[in-house]
């Protein structure tokens, strides 16, 4: 193993345990199961058969339904006969929080429970303890007494099981010793793993989920590495992203965090969270599983298949996997050192660029004031190949050209060269501020790299890669770039050879936003490869994507990424959980409704989450939160403070903006 996965340039499947949950097998290079978690009232047991038989017709290999009390752990019962008299099979699994006697009853009942091992025994207070050993030994003894049962009855049974650790619902004794950190999600869950084994039970998967995609990876990495060091085997991953929102966002923020796992061989099964009905997230569990699905499943490797060489292994590392820092750079004009990344999109196939397509990248020209408005997400740079711009230029927008285009150029002011990397060390007219160089990380090592390139102060490297497993490429590239100590910023340029807007973004999420949360990329351009036709992108109605401008749909994406990187902050982000039986509101119209009114308080963290027992305890870092605290009415928080008790729900949008005006976070539009 290399550091927390089999290997960091091609792409192989972490070998775990094999786990059975009913007749699915799991882990142990089975597929990659997809799977979902109703949001109807569990004692509704018609209306949890149906919602339950539509995520299973749309593909879900096993369903999770809450089950908060005792009495809807017993109506598992109706609701598995009742699916198993109309011909479904499906595993169910139990979502417990708190209750471990609803798990105990579950667990004689369905085919895997899910415990949360931050508040299957202890009681979130938010209380800050100090323990010593002899007291903490003493606190494990105690999760010993209350947890051993549950395992026994599963052992019994045959019942599988899920310890899920999530980020946002540690509990106060993990959060004192260890602190809101990837180690304390691994610590969490393996002080419950520890029991179990003693009890030799194995049937066990786990997962490490945040609604922070940076947390997220760091915490499964560790947990693997943890696994391995104190065990010598692993157990099966169960990877997703918490309370990721909905439409795009939800999309590129669970991509970014399950897809660069992915990449690196980790995950046996995957849950897309998003607040939309459960069905529509197996579409999105389906486009990230089908890019690792050629082969046999043992080795499905995409490393080495057609035009992809291998890529160099590696055995030294430049950087810490379980911690995230960014590259250091210098910079070169508004790239590179404290700069954001930068996002350059590629205008190179239209014909006749015009103002009116710069709207479709953030600018918007105002006729009667002559003036540019200038959103949050508006390119940095424009790709226009060989065309020089016949209009007047927003003031932040820069152009970037081929040399001779540029040699043209009246305005090297607005206009930087792009050249190939050997036509960069040969060329005699060079802009003496910035230029763009260009490198295909597949044809290329750090060992050919012209020093007329790399000791330039005016050259940014833009890393491609054409190989098959472009991101495990470009990522070898940048080792090697770091081990030789080369500080020019980098450009990720990412291509998708995929047809439809959902595999796009699901293509552009993982690969670029996996480099992004190694602290690669000071910048991103987001193209198409040939096979993907942008009228094919435009013309399809397959999808969930309705996308009617290809260049808007890009621009969106790449600030999006950065966005769920956590790297350049463009736009409000919404923790929304995904709803489930405990849901007090309906939580589509509501986030719907919240987000229209405060989408424009850039960098704000907003949670609106179902329920008070487990919505607190799971906002992780919201600023503001909004959460159902009984039929027609919600608390709101500051932070983990609740500033607002019961609110009646006709007036709480309101509230919720006076609150965020009092705290001095608002902004008129
Ligand atoms: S926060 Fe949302 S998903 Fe989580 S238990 Fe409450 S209602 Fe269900």
């Known amino acids: 193993m290399q550091w927390y996965c089999e290997s960091l340039t091609e792409y192989k499947r972490l070998k775990t345990r094999e786990v059975k949950i009913g007749d699915l097998l799991l882990g142990n290079y089975h597929p990659i199961r997809v799977q979902t978690m109703t949001t109807t009232d569990t004692m509704d047991t018609i209306a949890t058969v149906e919602q339950s038989i539509r995520c299973i017709e749309a593909g879900s290999e096993l369903i999770r339904i809450t ?20 011909g479904y099979h499906t595993p169910l699994v139990a979502d417990i929080h708190f209750t471990p006697n609803a798990a105990e009853i579950a667990a004689r009942i369905v085919e895997k429970v899910r415990v949360n091992p931050g508040n299957y025994v202890d009681k979130k207070k938010f209380e800050q303890i100090e323990y010593t050993d002899a007291e903490y030994a003493e606190e494990i003894d105690r999760i010993r007494e209350r947890f051993t049962p549950l395992v026994k009855i599963c052992r019994e049974y045959g019942t599988a099981m899920r310890i899920g650790t999530n980020h946002g619902s540690l509990s106060d004794r993990i959060m004192s010793r260890y602190g809101d950190t990837p180690m304390g999600m691994v610590e969490s869950a393996m002080e419950f793993l520890r029991i179990a084994r003693d009890e030799t ?20 990495r560790l947990l693997v590495k943890t696994m391995f060091d104190e065990f010598g085997e692993i157990y099966p991953l169960h990877l997703g992203v918490t309370e990721a929102g909905d439409g795009e966002d939800g999309r590129i923020k669970s991509a970014v965090g399950i897809g660069t796992l992915m990449e690196d061989g980790l995950g046996d099964t995957i849950r897309v969270s998003l607040t939309e009905d459960p069905e529509f997230e197996i579409p999105v569990c389906k486009d990230l599983v089908k890019r690792y699905a050629q082969g046999d499943g043992k080795s499905e490797s995409r490393a080495v298949v057609s035009s992809g060489l291998p890529v160099l292994p590696t055995f030294r590392l430049p950087y810490d996997p ?9 910079s070169v004009d508004n790239m590179g050192g404290k700069h954001v990344p930068v996002v350059i999109a590629d205008l190179s196939k239209i014909e006749k660029i015009t103002p009116q397509h710069l709207q479709s990248i953030g600018y918007t020209y105002d006729e009667p004031t002559d003036k540019w408005n200038i959103s949050d997400a508006a390119a940095d740079y424009v790709f226009t190949g060989k065309q020089l711009l016949d209009f ?6 820069k152009v970037i050209v081929g040399p001779d ?35 295909d990380c597949f044809s290329n090592s750090v060992e050919l790299f012209d020093d007329r390139i790399v000791n330039d102060p005016t050259v940014v490297i833009c890393l491609s890669s054409t190989n098959t497993n472009a991101m495990q490429s470009v990522r070898r590239m940048m080792m090697e770039i770091m081990d030789k100590g080369i500080k020019n910023p980098v450009v990720l340029i990412t291509d998708s050879k995929w047809q439809t807007p959902d595999e796009h973004l699901i293509h552009f999420a993982t ?9 690669m990329g000071d910048g991103i351009c987001l193209g198409y490869g040939e096979q993907a036709k942008l009228e094919n992108i435009k013309a399809t109605g397959r999808t969930y994507l309705d996308v009617k401008d290809i260049y808007q749909f890009t621009n969106n994406t790449a600030f999006s990424i950065l966005q769920a990187t956590r790297t350049r902050i463009s736009k409000t982000e919404y923790i929304s959980c995904p709803s489930c039986g405990r849901t007090l509101f309906d939580l589509q119209e509501t986030t719907a409704k919240i987000r229209a009114v405060t989408n424009h308080l850039k960098g704000v963290k907003i949670a609106i989450m179902g329920c008070i027992v487990n919505g607190p305890g799971e906002m992780a870092d919201a600023d503001f939160g909004y959460v159902g605290s009984g039929p027609g009415k919600i608390t709101l928080y ?28 608002w902004v008129e539009e």
Do not use: C
């Open 201 to 220: 039970y194995h049937n066990i998967v786990l997962s490490m989920k945040s609604s922070n995609p940076q947390v997220m990876v760091q915490a499964y």
């Open 638 to 665: 500051k932070g983990k403070e609740i500033v607002k008790r019961n609110v009646n729900s006709e007036i709480a949008v309101e509230e919720l903006i006076n609150l965020i005006k009092e705290n001095d976070a």
């Open 322 to 330: 379980f911690s995230y820092q960014r590259r250091e750079t210098f």
């Open 511 to 519: 690969e670029t936003g996996a480099l992004f949360l190694e602290g």
């Open 392 to 397: 007047e230029l927003p003031g932040t927008l």
């Open 405 to 439: 285009t540029w040699n043209a150029a009246a305005d090297k002011t607005k206009y930087f060269p792009i050249f190939s990397d050997l036509h960069f060390s040969k060329a005699t007219s060079k802009s003496d501020k910035l230029n763009f160089v260009m490198i």
């Open 67 to 86: 089950a908060p009390s005792k009495k809807e752990a017993e109506n598992l019962l109706h609701i598995k006969n009742e699916l198993n008299k109309r």
